[in-house]
């Protein structure tokens, strides 16, 4: 690596799909409070990903996607016909 253009701070870290709990070791600048033992018997700071290379349907060839973003849109369509019933003809004027 070329002298004074990298952070003091790189290193090894683990990083780990948590919808399939795979984990790799590979070198980072990200930082993390947490830790995590790993098979050498090292300590390593820990990043948690929600999705990697072994659950992205891209790679896996699956079309099934774990969908962690849609959770608002989907509240919101199962109660939509609640609050449309909730809501009297004279508030929308």
Same mark, same amino acid.
Do not use: Q
């Given at each position: 690596?070329?002298?004074?253009?990298?952070?003091?701070? %790189?290193?090894?870290?683990?990083?780990?799909?948590?919808?399939?709990? &795979?984990? @790799?070791? !590979?070198?980072?600048?990200?930082?993390?409070?947490?830790?995590?033992?790993?098979?050498?018997?090292?300590? %390593?700071?820990?990043?948690?990903?929600?999705?990697?290379?072994?659950? &992205?349907? @891209?790679? !896996?060839?699956?079309?099934?996607?774990?969908?962690?973003?849609?959770?608002?849109?989907?509240?919101?369509?199962?109660?939509?016909?609640?609050?449309?019933?909730?809501?009297?003809?004279?508030?929308?004027?």
């Amino acid at each position: 690596m070329k002298d004074g253009i990298h952070p003091e701070d %790189y290193g090894y870290v683990v990083f780990k799909d948590m919808s399939n709990d &795979h984990a @790799f070791l !590979t070198r980072s600048c990200a930082s993390s409070k947490e830790t995590i033992k790993w098979e050498d018997g090292n300590e %390593y700071p820990l990043i948690k990903l929600e999705i990697s290379n072994t659950s &992205h349907p @891209f790679y !896996t060839g699956k079309m099934k996607l774990v969908d962690t973003a849609g959770r608002v849109d989907k509240f919101r369509n199962r109660f939509k016909n609640h609050r449309a019933s909730a809501v009297k003809p004279e508030d929308n004027e």
